[in-house]
């Protein structure tokens, strides 16, 4: 199982961007996609999540900017981020929470490699 994350690019303060996150492999089901993110010299911080039922929470730093959505039939997941602050430049990962059909009884957790955002004037 791979994730694949893209997207990311240089942005002006108030632009947008929209970073898609793709699973691939023997994937037999996706319970729970995550963005996570880290700015040089933090901590990876939880951006958004989406469960398999469709359920999202976001940070409170980008609530009502980021808008995380799935398309279960491609194992995609993307998030839409708008209005671009000079903070959310960083690297933008995506993680899931993944069972495989060699062992569906079993979840196991799942990094992509990462896609950079920086805003900028």
């Known amino acids: 199982v791979q994730l694949q994350a893209s997207g990311g690019g240089l942005v002006q303060p108030g632009g947008s961007l929209r970073l898609s996150c793709a699973a691939s492999?023997?994937?037999?089901?996706?319970?729970?996609v995550a963005w996570y993110r880290q700015a040089p010299g933090t901590q990876r911080e939880l951006v958004a999540t989406?469960?398999?039922?469709?359920?999202?929470n976001y940070a409170r730093s980008v609530k009502g900017r980021f808008t995380i959505s799935r398309d279960s039939a491609k194992n995609t997941v993307l998030l839409q981020m708008n209005n671009l602050k000079l903070e959310d430049t960083a690297v933008y990962y995506c993680?899931?929470?993944?069972?495989?059909?060699?062992?569906?009884?079993?979840?196991?957790?799942?990094w992509g490699q990462g896609t950079q955002v920086t805003v900028s004037s």
């Open positions: 492999g023997s994937i037999f089901s996706i319970s729970r």
């Open positions: 993680n899931g929470l993944i069972t495989t059909a060699q062992a569906p009884g079993l979840l196991r957790d799942y």
């Open positions: 989406i469960t398999s039922g469709g359920s999202t």
